[in-house]
């Protein structure tokens, strides 16, 4: 190995053996449950010592992370559950929101054509028809063996009786008490004698616990047809929202095959349109099998350089030709075919330097949404993304509802060439229309090894959902880290626009960052982001490895 890479290898060695012993990877011989919740970790656990499959475990945390995890868990949005099962079948559940029926183009836009400010991500016409709940009992219903009453008891007993407020809920609940505080409803849950709540709280919500049990006892009818939607509709109707009782009885769940894409020997599926993550994913994977990332080192000015491009060309094409394939093509087929491909890899060894793009834009807070994996002894295996888009969505709660509704119409294109919280430039093609889902970078993941599970991984973070999955993976195949490590290590970003490569703190050496910029690119510092919960399967021994990001350290990996 050449000394600059022997340097390099050195020093990230050393920076992931101290991540390794300040965590420990949790192992398990049956099966493993890795969620951003400890409490949500113990509920999945449970639920399989009990006899239940991935499928019942991943419904109770579902429902359970809509309790304690109350910025980001919902059942007031949607997301998207991918199932591998033991007999061979991959699946997915699709349960992304659908804009309203009464939802139209130019909704957000001012008689000058200028965004109207907050109109998006604040209040009622922020919402999109939630499918949190159809997805998880559909779910449930088809691939689970337990009933829903059973899965969903652990959630409403931590509703009702509480649970104990972790340090990074006390840090949001702070954050956003101005917020809470302009509603009568919200802030008499999620205030306590008009302050915020504290680390160690009991913090009950029997709000959220009643319209639970209700859920438990009738069904997804009544989330969809009943008294839940019915409050959900008349406090829209009264802050000047669009949402209907047709909206919700119209909302569907679909099941769909997912997206499929191999990199050196292993199989990765991911989810499809409406989210793009599968496929930039399987794009930015496809062209970096042509180059020997090993080989240029890891976070090395080379590597960095060939990753940065495939994030550029995969970003591009998510934002110009993807968007809900009810209502336009996707040209998937295209996009990985091995002549598109062939032609990013040109243009990526053709490219030394870098113009720049644009300007850097607003800096977010991204570790928005939530992920988890699931894997049981029977070898099925679950991995879900689900939000409510940014944290604690459009910052309301319908009536005593107990749940807040989320702010995904963010997710459209309200302006062409306009970008949205996070920073993302849309075209046409992702604008709103009655009844469509907003284009979304959700990536629940499963690597399968000789056709069994080896990777079971996701991430919240809004657009940066993609580049840490995808830098997970290249941290293990490409650079032998451990699971842990690989999560842990610090991540760089990069979209097209704005035109910065964002890196956390340590992702790069002084070398590399000199080299990076003598080449053109722009380098920009942030805080950190995301939270990848993943499971590695050893192919041998059969062991379960399970690993929470410490972005999020009230999260745990158990197994058995």
């Not at 509704?405 to 919280?421: I, Q």
């Not at 699971?483 to 050496?509: W, Y």
Request: hydrophobic fraction near 40%; include cysteine; charged fraction near 20%.
């Amino acid at each position: 190995m050449k000394k600059s890479l022997f340097l390099y290898y050195t020093f990230f060695l050393l920076f992931a053996s101290a991540i390794t012993h300040a965590q420990q990877i949790a192992t398990g011989k049956h099966a493993m449950v890795v969620t951003e919740q400890r409490v949500a970790s113990q509920v999945g656990i449970d639920i399989l010592r009990a006899g239940g499959n991935a499928v019942d475990a991943a419904v109770a945390v579902g429902y359970a992370l809509a309790v304690v995890n109350p910025c980001c868990g919902n059942i007031g949005g949607g997301g998207f559950m991918l199932i591998h099962l033991a007999n061979g079948k991959n699946t997915v559940i699709n349960f992304r929101e659908k804009a309203p029926l009464k939802a139209k183009q130019n909704m957000f836009l001012d008689k000058n054509g200028n965004l109207i400010p907050d109109a998006t991500t604040i209040g009622y016409l922020a919402v999109g028809v939630p499918g949190t709940v159809m997805g998880l009992n559909q779910a449930l219903q088809k691939y689970g063996t337990m009933t829903r009453k059973q899965v969903m008891a652990p959630a409403i007993k931590l509703a009702k009786e509480g649970y104990r407020v972790t340090s990074f809920d006390a840090k949001w609940f702070s954050f956003y008490a101005p917020a809470f505080r302009k509603q009568a409803n919200v802030a008499e849950i999620f205030l306590h004698d008009g302050k915020p709540w504290q680390a160690g709280d009991l913090f009950i919500q029997k709000d959220l616990g009643n319209t639970l049990s209700l859920i438990a006892e009738k069904g997804t009818e009544v989330f969809y047809k009943g008294n839940i939607a019915k409050k959900i509709v008349a406090a829209s109707e009264k802050n000047g929202g669009i949402l209907s009782m047709k909206d919700f009885a119209n909302y569907s769940v679909e099941e769909m095959p997912p997206i499929q894409c191999s990199y050196h020997g292993y199989t990765i599926y991911s989810v499809p349109p409406p989210s793009s993550g599968g496929i930039a994913i399987c794009e930015m994977l496809s062209v970096l099998q042509h180059f020997n990332l090993r080989q240029s080192g890891f976070h090395t000015a080379a590597s960095v350089h060939d990753i940065v491009e495939s994030m550029r060309y995969a970003f591009n094409d998510r934002n110009t030709r993807l968007a809900d394939p009810d209502f336009v093509h996707n040209p998937i087929t295209q996009l990985l075919s091995p002549s598109y491909i062939n032609s990013i890899v040109t243009k990526i060894r053709n490219t030394k330097t870098i113009p720049h793009a644009g300007k850097r834009l607003h800096e977010h807070e991204q570790t928005d949404t939530t992920h988890y994996s699931i894997m049981d002894k029977h070898g099925n295996a679950v991995s879900v993304t689900y939000t409510i888009n940014g944290f604690f969505g459009a910052k309301i709660i319908a009536d005593h509802t107990g749940f807040f509704l989320n702010d995904t119409m963010d997710d459209f294109t309200a302006k062409p060439g306009t970008e949205n919280k996070f920073d993302l430039v849309q075209q046409a093609i992702n604008d709103v229309a009655s009844h469509k889902r907003p284009l979304s970078s959700m990536s629940p993941t499963i690597v399968m090894k000789n056709n069994q599970p080896y990777m079971i991984l996701g991430s919240p973070g809004g657009p940066r959902i993609i580049t840490s999955v995808l830098l997970t993976l290249l941290n293990v195949i490409d650079y032998d880290f451990n699971i842990l490590q690989a999560i842990n290590l610090p991540r760089f970003h990069f979209q097209g626009s704005p035109d910065f490569i964002e890196i956390e703190p340590g992702a790069f050496t002084d070398v590399t960052t000199l080299q990076l910029k003598r080449m053109g690119y722009n380098i920009k510092q942030i805080h950190k982001w995301s939270a990848v919960e993943a499971i590695l399967i050893d192919p041998q021994s059969k062991i379960l490895y399970g690993a929470n990001d410490n972005r999020r350290p009230d999260g745990a990996a158990i197994g058995y």
